[in-house]
Structures are given as structure tokens and as C-alpha cells.
């Protein structure tokens, strides 16, 4: 099946600073999701991209649909405590009943 | 309601024991996911309803997982003879129509197995 692949597993940053994350896949995708996920609860979505080459921003958060469709980022800008989470990329390849494909995700550590 | 309403949102049980978690999508919305979330992992998908299709069972782990939906309403995940390795967190997601649509988590039920 379609694999997503997220990686460094975690993330440490420091209050304030910029930090990118990649998800790439072997497959091409139609759909590229965002999702965060504070802990004891269900991941919400923070952006949601339809097209290739697209640029979605979301506040601080900024994410791209890759021209290829076979990868998406997310740009999260001067970083705060509240970013704190884990950050999972999903995708959804073309045809009927397709369903989200999601990564393992990234634990995102920021220190004050 | 206006969000994916999970039941109970904790649930400790004895090994050999059966469980049923409930889900209750967002009103309208025809797909409904489950997933399943250990410890410091990512998401594993389990099964998808989509409206009065037959489900997509092909993530459900043993034949003691079973899942059940009403019309476009809610949804049981049961789990029979539980053990310890099935402690975990069991997400449920809806969408208004699910393909390529996005998904909206409920909290989550936290199964403990002793």
C-alpha cells in the first residue's frame, strides 16, 4: 500500500525558531493534509492542500503541495510553547473509495 | 452534535474480555473512519464506512475486531477477547463524504487491557 514517510521522528527546537517538515511518499498524491495532534486528544487538521504546487498558509503555519505529488511541507514560523505536538502529513491518491494514508508522524519538542 | 463524539473516553478492562467503543460522527457526514494509536505511534488504519457501501475492512488486525454502522449514524468497534497488546487509543474520524475530504477526530477512546 501507499506509504508516507515522516522523519526525524522528534523535533527539539527553541522558542521562536522557524522549523520545516517534509513528507514524502513513492506514490503520487491528490490530496496532502496536515494534522496536529496535542496529547489526549484527536488530531485536528491545520491545512488542507488540493493541488500541485499550491501554498497554503494557516497564521504561523505554512504548507506546500510538491510539484512532483509525491511530497508536501509544513513551515511553522517563530515557534511557541502551544506548538508542542505531534505533526502528522496524510494523502489521498486518485480513485474511487480512496482512502487518507497517514504518516507516523513528528513529535515537536520546543523549549522556552 | 458539532464535533465526532467518542464513548467511553477511558476504559480498563481484563484480558478475555470483549469491548465495544461507540463513535458518533458529525451529522451528515457518510464516511467514518477508525484508527488505532499506540503508544508514541502513528495512526493505523482500521476500517472505513462509506455511506451504504460494503466497508473497507482490510486494516482490522485479527477476526476479534469487528465494526459495526447505523445507515450514516453510529458506529461500534468491538473487540473481542481482549489482550494486552490491544491497549491503545481508538480513534474515530467522519468526513463528509470521504474521498478526498477532510477528516475530523473525535478524542479518542484510551482501552487499557490488564
Known amino acids: 500500500g501507499q506509504q508516507l514517510n515522516q522523519s526525524p521522528q522528534s523535533m527539539f527546537i527553541q522558542e521562536g525558531e522557524d522549523v520545516s517538515m517534509n513528507c514524502t511518499s513513492s506514490?503520487?498524491?491528490?490530496?496532502w493534509l496536515w494534522y496536529k495532534q496535542d496529547p489526549g486528544e484527536g488530531p485536528v487538521l491545520l491545512i488542507a492542500l488540493y493541488k500541485a504546487g499550491e501554498l497554503t498558509s494557516n497564521g504561523r503555519l505554512t504548507a506546500q503541495f510538491g510539484i512532483t505529488r509525491k511530497d508536501s511541507f509544513l513551515n511553522i514560523s517563530a515557534s511557541i510553547p502551544s506548538d508542542v505536538g505531534i505533526y502528522f502529513c496524510a494523502g489521498q491518491i486518485a480513485g474511487a473509495n480512496s482512502k487518507l494514508t497517514f504518516g507516523k508522524g513528528i513529535t515537536l519538542s520546543v523549549r522556552p | 452534535g458539532a464535533g465526532v463524539s467518542q464513548s467511553p473516553s477511558n476504559k480498563v478492562t481484563e484480558k478475555g474480555k470483549d469491548v465495544e467503543l461507540r463513535c458518533d460522527p458529525i451529522?451528515?457526514?457518510?464516511?467514518l473512519y477508525w484508527y488505532r494509536q499506540r503508544l508514541g505511534q502513528g495512526l493505523e488504519f482500521l476500517i472505513y464506512?462509506?455511506?451504504?457501501?460494503?466497508?473497507?475492512k482490510s486494516g482490522l488486525p485479527s477476526d476479534r475486531f469487528s465494526a459495526e454502522r447505523t445507515g450514516e449514524s453510529v458506529s461500534t468497534l468491538t473487540i473481542q477477547r481482549t489482550q494486552q497488546e490491544d491497549s491503545a487509543v481508538y480513534l474515530c474520524?467522519?468526513?463528509?463524504?470521504?474521498?478526498?475530504?477532510?477528516?475530523?477526530f473525535g478524542s479518542g477512546t484510551q482501552l487499557s487491557v490488564l
Open positions: 506514490s503520487i498524491f491528490n490530496t
Open positions: 474520524a467522519s468526513s463528509p463524504r470521504g474521498i478526498g475530504e477532510k477528516l475530523f
Open positions: 451529522s451528515g457526514h457518510t464516511a
Open positions: 464506512f462509506q455511506g451504504n457501501s460494503a466497508p473497507d
